[in-house]
Nanobody, 115 residues
């Protein structure tokens, strides 16, 4: 089992930045691929960014160049640095850890970007 707890969400204005954290406990975090997803009201949950166990990163087109995903295995923590935020980034952000068929989700943190 892996328990994930997100933090760092909040209310910001257009163009500002936030850094989300995802603290993991349980099994060795370094063995898992990590990812960030988001869900806006009345929309499906969508992929935002991911970082695999080797450190390779992937981004959705909508956040590429503005968001940066990273991880600190020594701290069992993943991060999502979000710069140049836009109102369309408003959503609940979830972190995910997976390895093979084992998939774990955090409870989510709200990010609201005002125009």
């Amino acid at each position: 089992q892996v328990q994930l707890v997100e933090s760092g969400g909040g209310l910001v204005q257009t163009g500002e930045s936030l850094r989300l954290s995802c603290a993991a406990s349980g099994r060795a975090f370094s063995n898992y691929d990590g990812g960030w997803f988001r869900q806006a009201p009345r929309k499906e949950r969508e992929f935002v960014a991911s970082i695999d166990w080797r450190g390779s990163t992937y981004y959705s087109d909508s956040v590429k160049g503005r968001f940066t995903v990273s991880r600190d295995n020594a701290k069992n923590t993943g991060y999502l640095q979000m710069d140049s935020l836009k109102p369309e980034d408003t959503a609940v952000y979830y972190c995910k850890a997976d390895r093979g068929s084992s998939v774990f989700w955090g409870q989510g943190t709200q990010v609201t970007v005002s125009s």
